[in-house]
């Protein structure tokens, strides 16, 4: 940390916070003894994929649906997400299934509008850093759901959640994604040592997505089981009604069943640890 400013002055710091801090999604509380999952396509691409979707992971036990509506790819070729119409849909499911939704803002200029429709907003990794963005952030009332950036440091992270908590927003959730690596097997590597050093130094809560980590779909399973034995209180994990036609992320993403499987095994898990996860 810079050396003119102690800890005791970040607002993410365990000397400035000593207890554990917990988030409330629309009632649904992140944080204490249950884990929260939060499960859903990589993007909505349909209204009849995303509620057999929803219906399925809400079924297993999420809690929170997620979807993308405006979708940040590497190649401007690539399906780009149904942007309003998605996030109307995505709305409508959170509203139809009774829980919370989390969707990627990719615009600061629609900070408003999804301070209004999105229960949680996530920041993504090419945005992690985009220091306008997170401070309209802070000055809004809904959580915020902040991934690390595919090259940043532990340090770097906490310090971007900083922009959005100095504003005055102090739900901030800090979601692992993995990290570039010269590992070439995972899409990212996933480095259980940055979750632990995100707990030590900070109070705030830590949700993993190991959907983006691994980029196949056989190595979720053994990601998201390690990040619950890591301490994660959150995981978002991308499932689709029927993933090899998925129009984005296809590899990665889990069937209905696969994550009904993952669901059992993640219990097992999570009790092990002295938590739990809830039954659908």
């Known amino acids: 940390m810079p050396k003119y400013c102690t800890m005791e002055a970040y607002r993410f710091s365990r000397e400035r916070k000593s207890s554990g801090t917990v988030v409330d999604v629309s009632g649904v509380k992140v944080g204490g003894r249950e884990i929260v999952i939060a499960a859903g396509p990589?993007?909505?691409?349909?209204?009849?994929?995303l509620m057999d979707t929803a219906k399925g992971v809400i079924g297993a036990g999420a809690g929170i649906i997620r979807g993308g509506a405006f979708k940040p790819r590497t190649s401007p070729y690539s399906f780009q997400g149904l942007g309003k119409e998605g996030l109307g849909i995505l709305k409508e499911a959170g509203r139809r299934f009774d829980v919370p939704i989390v969707t990627e803002l990719m615009d600061?200029?629609?900070v408003e509008l999804y301070s209004r429709d999105v229960?949680?907003?996530?920041?993504?990794?090419r945005n992690s850093q985009n220091f306008d963005m997170l401070k309209r952030l802070g000055k809004q009332k809904r959580p915020v759901l902040l991934k690390n950036g595919t090259g940043t440091s532990v340090q770097e992270w906490l310090m971007s959640s900083e922009y959005v908590l100095s504003e005055g927003n102090s739900s901030v959730i800090l979601c692992y994604r993995g990290a570039k690596s010269i590992e070439g097997a995972t899409r990212f590597s996933m480095d259980m040592g940055a979750i632990a050093m995100a707990r030590k130094l900070s109070h705030m809560?830590?949700?993993?997505?190991p959907s983006h980590a691994a980029g196949r779909r056989e190595f979720v399973a053994p990601m998201?089981?390690?990040?619950i034995a890591a301490g994660a209180d959150m995981l978002e994990i991308e499932v689709h009604n029927d993933p090899d036609k998925a129009l984005s992320d296809r590899e990665q993403q889990l069937s209905i069943g696969?994550?009904?499987?993952l669901m059992n095994?993640?219990?097992d898990v999570a009790k092990a640890?002295?938590?739990s996860i809830r039954k659908g």
Do not use: K, N, P
């Open 119 to 125: 229960d949680l907003i996530q920041v993504g990794a």
């Open 108 to 110: 600061t200029g629609l």
């Open 42 to 49: 990589c993007s909505v691409e349909s209204e009849e994929q």
């Open 273 to 275: 640890v002295g938590r």
């Open 258 to 261: 696969e994550f009904e499987e």
């Open 265 to 267: 095994r993640a219990r």
């Open 224 to 227: 998201a089981l390690a990040a």
């Open 205 to 209: 809560l830590i949700c993993v997505d």
